[in-house]
Protein backbone atom coordinates (compact mmCIF):
# COMPACT_ATOMS: atom_id res chain seq x y z
CA UNK A 1 0.00 0.00 0.00
CA UNK A 2 0.86 3.50 -0.82
CA UNK A 3 1.83 5.82 2.15
CA UNK A 4 -0.17 9.07 1.80
CA UNK A 5 1.29 12.21 2.56
CA UNK A 6 -0.14 15.10 3.98
CA UNK A 7 0.65 18.24 1.76
CA UNK A 8 2.70 21.27 2.68
CA UNK A 9 1.11 24.54 4.08
CA UNK A 10 1.00 27.08 1.66
CA UNK A 11 0.51 30.61 1.31
CA UNK A 12 -2.69 32.53 1.05
CA UNK A 13 -3.52 35.41 -1.28
CA UNK A 14 -6.51 37.52 -2.19
CA UNK A 15 -6.49 39.21 -4.85
CA UNK A 16 -8.46 42.45 -4.76
CA UNK A 17 -11.02 44.53 -7.29
CA UNK A 18 -12.29 47.95 -5.55
CA UNK A 19 -14.28 50.79 -7.13
CA UNK A 20 -12.12 53.18 -5.72
CA UNK A 21 -9.31 53.49 -2.82
CA UNK A 22 -11.77 53.68 0.35
CA UNK A 23 -13.47 50.88 -0.85
CA UNK A 24 -9.31 49.03 -1.40
CA UNK A 25 -8.66 50.31 1.75
CA UNK A 26 -11.90 49.05 3.81
CA UNK A 27 -11.20 45.30 1.98
CA UNK A 28 -7.58 45.28 3.19
CA UNK A 29 -8.76 46.06 6.86
CA UNK A 30 -11.69 43.47 6.38
CA UNK A 31 -9.27 40.31 5.31
CA UNK A 32 -7.30 41.45 8.07
CA UNK A 33 -9.80 41.71 10.59
CA UNK A 34 -11.24 37.84 9.01
CA UNK A 35 -8.38 35.73 7.71
CA UNK A 36 -5.38 36.94 9.57
CA UNK A 37 -2.60 39.49 9.93
CA UNK A 38 -0.63 40.44 6.30
CA UNK A 39 2.32 40.24 6.02
CA UNK A 40 3.01 41.12 2.06
CA UNK A 41 1.08 43.71 0.31
CA UNK A 42 1.70 45.00 -3.50
CA UNK A 43 1.32 48.42 -5.32
CA UNK A 44 -2.23 49.27 -6.29
CA UNK A 45 -2.24 48.98 -10.06
CA UNK A 46 -5.43 50.13 -12.48
CA UNK A 47 -7.39 47.24 -13.58
CA UNK A 48 -7.86 47.85 -17.54
CA UNK A 49 -7.58 44.43 -19.01
CA UNK A 50 -11.42 43.59 -19.11
CA UNK A 51 -14.50 45.23 -18.84
CA UNK A 52 -15.86 42.58 -17.36
CA UNK A 53 -16.25 43.82 -14.33
CA UNK A 54 -17.26 47.50 -14.95
CA UNK A 55 -21.20 47.27 -14.66
CA UNK A 56 -20.39 45.69 -10.96
CA UNK A 57 -17.71 47.44 -9.64
CA UNK A 58 -17.25 50.89 -11.61
CA UNK A 59 -15.47 52.19 -14.54
CA UNK A 60 -11.88 52.71 -12.48
CA UNK A 61 -11.45 49.79 -11.04
CA UNK A 62 -7.49 49.19 -8.65
CA UNK A 63 -6.24 45.83 -8.25
CA UNK A 64 -4.43 44.86 -5.06
CA UNK A 65 -2.95 41.87 -3.84
CA UNK A 66 -2.13 40.62 -0.17
CA UNK A 67 -1.16 38.24 1.79
CA UNK A 68 -1.92 36.26 4.93
CA UNK A 69 0.74 35.86 7.28
CA UNK A 70 -0.03 32.62 8.76
CA UNK A 71 0.56 29.45 6.22
CA UNK A 72 -2.37 27.78 5.67
CA UNK A 73 -3.52 23.70 4.66
CA UNK A 74 -4.30 24.09 0.94
CA UNK A 75 -7.86 21.79 1.49
CA UNK A 76 -9.10 25.00 3.06
CA UNK A 77 -9.21 27.13 -0.51
CA UNK A 78 -12.74 26.06 -1.03
CA UNK A 79 -14.32 27.06 2.75
CA UNK A 80 -11.67 30.45 2.33
CA UNK A 81 -13.81 31.46 -0.93
CA UNK A 82 -17.02 31.06 0.55
CA UNK A 83 -15.68 32.95 3.51
CA UNK A 84 -14.07 36.05 0.87
CA UNK A 85 -17.95 35.90 -0.98
CA UNK A 86 -19.62 36.66 2.31
CA UNK A 87 -16.62 39.18 3.25
CA UNK A 88 -17.90 41.16 -0.18
CA UNK A 89 -21.07 41.16 0.91
CA UNK A 90 -20.87 42.59 4.01
CA UNK A 91 -18.36 45.15 2.06
CA UNK A 92 -21.57 46.37 -0.13
CA UNK A 93 -23.85 46.76 2.69
CA UNK A 94 -21.28 48.56 4.50
CA UNK A 95 -20.29 51.00 1.82
CA UNK A 96 -23.37 51.56 0.26
CA UNK A 97 -21.73 52.17 -3.22
CA UNK A 98 -23.69 52.79 -6.69
CA UNK A 99 -22.41 49.93 -7.69
CA UNK A 100 -23.74 46.05 -6.99
CA UNK A 101 -19.74 45.17 -6.17
CA UNK A 102 -17.57 47.57 -4.82
CA UNK A 103 -14.91 44.52 -3.71
CA UNK A 104 -14.28 41.69 -5.78
CA UNK A 105 -11.95 39.26 -3.30
CA UNK A 106 -10.37 36.53 -4.87
CA UNK A 107 -8.73 33.96 -2.84
CA UNK A 108 -5.44 32.17 -4.46
CA UNK A 109 -2.51 30.11 -3.11
CA UNK A 110 1.01 30.43 -3.62
CA UNK A 111 3.27 26.91 -3.55
CA UNK A 112 6.68 27.07 -4.33
CA UNK A 113 5.91 25.31 -7.72
CA UNK A 114 2.54 27.29 -8.62
CA UNK A 115 -0.54 30.02 -7.81
CA UNK A 116 -4.02 28.36 -7.51
CA UNK A 117 -6.84 30.66 -7.64
CA UNK A 118 -10.36 29.77 -6.48
CA UNK A 119 -13.45 30.53 -8.41
CA UNK A 120 -17.25 29.64 -8.24
CA UNK A 121 -17.68 28.94 -12.10
CA UNK A 122 -16.61 25.90 -13.35
CA UNK A 123 -15.07 25.80 -17.26
CA UNK A 124 -12.94 23.18 -19.03
CA UNK A 125 -9.57 24.05 -17.25
CA UNK A 126 -10.81 23.82 -13.35
CA UNK A 127 -10.81 21.07 -11.08
CA UNK A 128 -14.01 20.77 -8.81
CA UNK A 129 -12.22 21.04 -5.38
CA UNK A 130 -15.47 20.45 -3.01
CA UNK A 131 -18.15 22.89 -1.58
CA UNK A 132 -19.44 24.32 -4.86
CA UNK A 133 -16.04 25.81 -5.75
CA UNK A 134 -13.80 25.44 -8.31
CA UNK A 135 -9.74 25.82 -8.77
CA UNK A 136 -7.51 26.34 -11.20
CA UNK A 137 -3.61 26.48 -11.47
CA UNK A 138 -2.97 29.67 -12.77
CA UNK A 139 0.48 30.11 -13.03
CA UNK A 140 3.30 27.68 -12.66
CA UNK A 141 6.67 28.74 -11.16
CA UNK A 142 9.70 27.11 -13.35
CA UNK A 143 13.34 27.99 -13.43
CA UNK A 144 13.40 31.12 -12.02
CA UNK A 145 9.89 32.27 -13.60
CA UNK A 146 6.31 33.04 -13.87
CA UNK A 147 4.67 31.17 -16.61
CA UNK A 148 1.27 31.45 -17.70
CA UNK A 149 -1.13 29.19 -19.37
CA UNK A 150 -2.93 29.65 -22.46
CA UNK A 151 -5.85 30.31 -20.31
CA UNK A 152 -4.46 32.49 -17.62
CA UNK A 153 -5.88 35.80 -17.13
CA UNK A 154 -4.67 38.63 -19.53
CA UNK A 155 -3.61 40.68 -16.43
CA UNK A 156 -2.08 38.00 -14.50
CA UNK A 157 0.61 37.57 -16.93
CA UNK A 158 1.62 40.72 -16.21
CA UNK A 159 6.02 40.95 -14.68
CA UNK A 160 4.49 43.49 -11.64
CA UNK A 161 2.09 40.63 -10.53
CA UNK A 162 4.77 37.95 -10.94
CA UNK A 163 7.49 40.10 -8.95
CA UNK A 164 4.53 40.28 -6.01
CA UNK A 165 4.19 36.74 -6.16
CA UNK A 166 8.08 36.19 -6.22
CA UNK A 167 7.93 38.00 -3.18
CA UNK A 168 5.14 36.25 -1.55
CA UNK A 169 6.69 32.63 -2.98
CA UNK A 170 9.98 33.50 -1.13
CA UNK A 171 8.58 34.26 2.08
CA UNK A 172 6.83 31.02 2.25
CA UNK A 173 9.99 29.43 1.52
CA UNK A 174 11.51 31.11 4.27
CA UNK A 175 8.62 30.14 6.24
CA UNK A 176 8.06 26.62 5.36
CA UNK A 177 12.26 26.44 6.84
CA UNK A 178 11.15 27.53 10.27
Known sequence: MWKLKSPKPVKLIIAILASDETCLAAAVDTISAHL???DLTSDVWPFTHTNYYREQTGPNI???FVSIEKLIDPGRLAKIKHKT???EQHLTDRLCR???RPVNLDPGIIEPAKLV???TKNY???????DKMFA???LIYDKGTWKPFEYTYPDYRQQCYH???SKVRARLQEQLKT
Open 124 to 130: SHRIYIT
Open 36 to 38: GPI
Open 98 to 100: DFP
Open 136 to 138: EAT
Open 163 to 165: DFF
Open 62 to 64: LRQ
Open 117 to 119: LAT
Open 85 to 87: NRL
